[in-house]
């Protein structure tokens, strides 16, 4: 096995080439021509997810969110991005990262958290192309939820205790909207679609000032996304069922934002 075997297997699901322009999505360590003997997945490349790749023998790690986002002036041990591009390459360890390709496809980021909420009639929210891919979803509830109902929902579905949220609306919530990570951008979208409500990671204080029969709510970046990773696990295992593919058994505790 490869390294461009499982670039492959990846880009089948969510082709590179429907990354966004300002994203890093793509092979950032390591050579299409490097072997592979195990792949270890995970949400972002942490030096902690390197060592993890080390311990059980993985020499390759697919990630959501690119190791190398912005611009990287220098590789230094106090930076963590740093510390993990150096661990990754005396490792021998390649790096992949599938970030808005899999965002832009329905199998993927938005469209699983559409899934996970119970919706129907799932599209994509801002369709670009021949409107089977694009950024966010929007589905309905056959049953129309309370605000009340909809928190309870929404905090169910995505193992969470608390959420941020603008005021709750008055009527029935029956179409709902959706984008993974950073999804401000994608508000206006959510009410042109008819959403009664927007749920996302990110939002901004002053974006909760919204008009009546629209409400926001903000699950957190890292709680929106984490099932991508699970995602990757089955896809790649069906593609290559005899191969040694592990998810980081530390997913959870990754997750930069503490709640205290």
Known sequence: MRVRDIVAAVEEFAPLGLQEKWDNSGLCVGSPDQEVHGVLLGLDCTPALVDEAVAVGADMIVTHH???????????????????????????????????????????????????????DIRV???????????????????PLSADAALRRVKEAFGLQVVRASR?????????????????????AARAAGAQLYISGDISYHHFFVPDGFMLMDIGHFESEKEIVSILYSLLRKKFPNFVLQCTKALDSTNPILYL
């Open 66 to 120: 690119p190791l190398i986002f912005g611009s990287l002036k220098s590789v230094r041990p106090e930076d963590p991005v740093g510390l993990a591009l150096i661990k990754a390459i005396r490792a021998g360890i390649a790096v992949y990262a599938s970030h808005t390709p899999s965002d832009k496809v329905l199998a993927g980021v938005s469209g699983a958290m559409a899934r996970r909420l119970g919706l129907a």
């Open 168 to 188: 709750p609306v008055a009527e029935p919530v029956r179409t709902v909207a959706m984008c993974g990570g950073s999804g401000s951008s994608l508000i206006g």
């Open 125 to 143: 929210l801002e369709p670009e192309g021949d409107g089977e891919t694009g950024l966010g979803a929007v589905g309905v509830w056959r049953e």
